[in-house]
């Protein structure tokens, strides 16, 4: 922020010809005023707009970047104090910087090794006072004066007298040329902005002293109205310093109280003028500020290569060798490029297949007869789903079309015909996944397999549409989008026994038909059939619903039975759906359960009934074509049962 | 309880002895450079600003001790 109001400043002056002027001065003030007014309604309006938790993308190892910065600037602001010059590397070489440095790092030191050693409030400020103690008993003996002493660079020297206000005087506002800040209003912009970036990092970083989650949003409302207070008054922009916090917070200063102490006494300087402060040995602040920049060191450098991830901790060691080289806001921006570069190759490494599977284990959820689903399940093969997740973005999307490669090359018996991709898990694509779609698009036509893609959103959808992914080609082969996995697996199931010449579904069974599948003799299928009754059904009737009393099974002879989940306020949910030749119902009759979901009709069907006194007559008086029954369900049962063990196992 | 007393007068003596001392240094950077006459409204201007953030921090902010 110094150097963007020094620009102000100087540009200011250059336009009264660098001579000042009681014009110059009152332009200045006026500037710095309007600054912090506007610095101040711009943090507002970031308030308002709770533009604050951007905060919260800041990571962590940026945050720790950000404190190990703090610690480098207090040491070189400690030697700077202590010795009346900037320091730098070639100081080292300069016999008196390192007489001047030496005393406030010998305190430095003594801080440390008392707080570790006593650790209590009071061991920090006790060693400060021994310290002033001890070196004005110093001077005394040796008798040396307060001049010499300051003349040595002992103590600092202030050149002001008196009272430092006003600042402002109303006459000064017929000086003012409006034209000049006018002109300013560039900086004026990059110190708000400046404002706001370092606010939430110190706001960032006060909840890790505070040890308590802040508002951001209230944070930012708050320096907002200070500071349009601050500029009404002649303040300079000031927002939440995280430094002086972490300082005070070390020093013992917890509560309110500490913050009213340095208000008295930087009211007192501003009344009375800061003449006091030659008073203040220089090697004493020095060493103070040292003493916290070693802290910080230790805690961000030392301690954290052991408690950071090797690749965070790194990012911690760049931001703080660029705030070394540069400054703070160059080093915080440099180290969130590294994390997002980091969190993307990391994020990369994730894999955007989150299940692969194929259609023998992930069958839809529509049931046929058993014959049927076991032909369907030897040909699953030739369905290969992959159900995607997370972001498919530059880093994760040429994986993904590797992979389906990678299954082309395989061994032939294994080759696919289909495949299911689900956005169910997908977050979003970026453009160069969608572009990686377009080259899936080419690979399909090249090679030959249909693509579905079930569950994306509209952006998605849109977005493959735009780089016609659905459109691409000849359109020999499929690619189309479902709303649902199953709905996807089972227009390719339709599709495979479409091939095998199978067209279950369109089947028109008889009563004869469905028991010829269960008992083989012609005489038991007869002995069987008296015990059912044919009930023609209409579409949208309810054969039975949730909770009812399972009273009976059912055999599909033709139409469409669907198994559905009311819940209050929704639309039905379609669960599973039944076809030519599927039984169902047959849950409750074994287990004696009640209904655990309603059954709708969906299409005009034709069902074979069998009642619960009518199987126990059954198999009282037909015990042997009884048990052909009871086998085929058993079939059915483990059937479905393997198949879901399977797809089970695909999760786990 | 005492100590924390204490503890909290000394830390912001200190803090505010660290502020003033910046300040000192700061407009020396930013205003003597420019006129060794804004050296006093500079110093000033920087205090003011010290004092007001600080007072409406710890009056408004979710922690109370922040400066």
């Known amino acids: 922020m110094i150097p963007a109001f020094a620009v102000i400043v100087s540009s200011i002056y ?80 300069d016999p008196q910087f390192i007489q001047l440095v030496t005393p406030a790092v010998v305190l430095a030191l003594c801080l440390i090794i008392g707080k570790v050693s006593r650790d209590n409030r009071l061991s920090v400020p006790g060693i400060l006072l021994l310290s ?109 310093d995280a430094s002086d916090t972490a300082l005070a917070d070390r020093l013992g200063g917890k509560d309110r109280l500490m913050v009213i102490v340095n208000a008295i006494l930087v ?22 500020l040292i003493y916290v920049g070693l802290e910080f060191l230790i805690d961000w450098l030392w301690k954290a290569r052991e408690e950071l991830p090797l690749s965070d901790y790194v990012v911690v060691i760049l931001i703080l060798i660029v705030i070394i080289f540069s400054d703070i806001l160059q080093g915080v921006t440099f180290g969130f490029f590294v994390a997002i570069i980091l969190f993307v190759v990391n994020y990369s490494q994730l894999s955007v297949i989150k299940i692969e599977t194929n259609g023998s284990d992930h ?66 694509l970026d453009t160069s996944a969608i572009v990686t779609f377009s080259k899936l698009a080419q690979l399909s036509d090249r090679v030959g397999f249909h693509i579905i893609i079930s569950s994306a959103d509209q952006k998605s959808i849109k977005q493959l549409v735009k780089h016609d992914f659905f459109t691409f080609g000849e359109q020999r082969l499929e690619r ?31 009563l004869h038909d469905v028991l010829g599948r269960i008992a083989h003799e012609e005489a038991d299928v007869k002995l069987l059939s008296d015990f059912f009754v044919i009930e023609k059904r209409r579409t949208s009737e309810y054969l039975f619903n949730e909770g009812d009393r399972g009273e009976s099974l059912y ?67 037909f015990p042997a074509s009884t048990a052909a029954l009871h086998t085929y369900i058993v079939k059915v049962l483990s059937e479905r049962l393997g198949r879901a063990n399977r797809n089970l196992s695909r999760y786990i | 309880m005492q100590s924390s007393y204490i503890a909290n007068i000394i830390s912001g003596g200190l803090i505010a002895l660290v502020n003033i001392s910046v300040a000192v240094s700061v407009a020396a950077l930013l205003f003597a450079q420019t006129d060794q006459r804004l050296m006093v409204p500079g110093i000033a201007i920087l205090l003011i600003g010290t004092l007001v ?10 922690y109370k001790a922040v400066v």
Not at chain 1, 225 to 235: A, E, F, H
Not at chain 1, 557 to 578: C, F, H, M, N, P
Not at chain 1, 587 to 599: D, K, L, P
């Open chain 1, 267 to 288: 009211a007192a300087a501003i009344l009375a003028g800061t003449e006091f402060m030659e008073l203040v040995p220089t090697f004493l602040l020095g060493g103070l």
């Open chain 1, 480 to 510: 189309h989008y479902k709303e649902q996995l199953d709905t996807a697996v089972d227009r390719f199931e339709r599709r495979i026994l479409r091939d095998l010449n199978l067209n279950a579904e369109e089947q028109n069974l008889e």
């Open chain 2, 53 to 62: 953030t600080g007072l409406g921090g710890t009056r408004f902010s979710g």
């Open chain 1, 363 to 428: 069958a839809s959820n529509v049931d046929r007869d058993l014959e049927t689903r076991e032909l369907l399940n030897k040909e699953g093969h030739r369905v290969l789903i992959m159900v995607l997740q997370g972001f498919i973005f530059f880093g994760t999307a040429d994986k993904l079309i590797s992979a389906i490669r990678n299954r082309i090359m395989e061994v032939e018996y294994s080759k696919f015909d289909f495949l299911v991709l689900d956005f169910h898990h997908v977050s979003q």
């Open chain 1, 132 to 240: 002033v103690l001890l070196y004005y008993g110093v001077l005394a003996i040796a008798g040396i004066s307060r001049d010499e002493a300051a003349a040595n660079g002992l103590l600092p020297v202030t050149d002001t007298a008196g009272t430092l206000g006003p600042i402002f005087h109303f006459e000064y506002l017929q000086e003012v040329k409006w034209l000049a800040i006018w002109e300013q209003l560039g900086g004026i912009v990059v110190v708000a902005l400046l404002c706001s970036i370092m606010l939430l990092l110190d706001v960032s970083g006060i909840e890790l002293i505070a040890k308590k989650d802040l508002n951001p949003d209230h944070e930012l409302e708050v320096m907002g109205y200070t500071n349009v207070v601050n500029g009404m008054l002649g303040g300079f922009p000031g927002v939440h």
């Open chain 1, 555 to 621: 055999f599909v002879g033709s139409g469409t039975v669907v198994v559905v989940l009311k819940v209050q306020d929704q639309a039905e949910r379609i669960l599973r759906k039944y076809k030519a030749g599927a039984i169902l119902g047959e849950m409750a009759i074994y287990t004696g359960e009640n209904r655990t979901a309603s059954v709708r009709i969906e299409d005009d069907a034709v069902l074979f009934r069998l009642d619960k006194d009518k199987l126990e007559e059954m198999s009282r008086r």
């Open chain 1, 14 to 93: 250059v336009s009264f010809g660098s001579e000042y002027s009681i014009g110059a001065e009152a332009t200045i003030i006026v500037a710095i005023m309007a600054t912090t007014t506007f610095a101040g309604l711009f943090l507002l309006l970031l308030g308002r707009l709770k533009l604050g938790n951007l905060m919260r993308y800041i990571p962590y190892p940026v945050t720790g970047g950000f404190f190990a910065g703090i610690g480098y600037i207090f040491i070189q602001g400690g030697l700077t104090v202590a010795s009346g010059r900037d320091a730098d590397l070639g100081s080292i070489a």
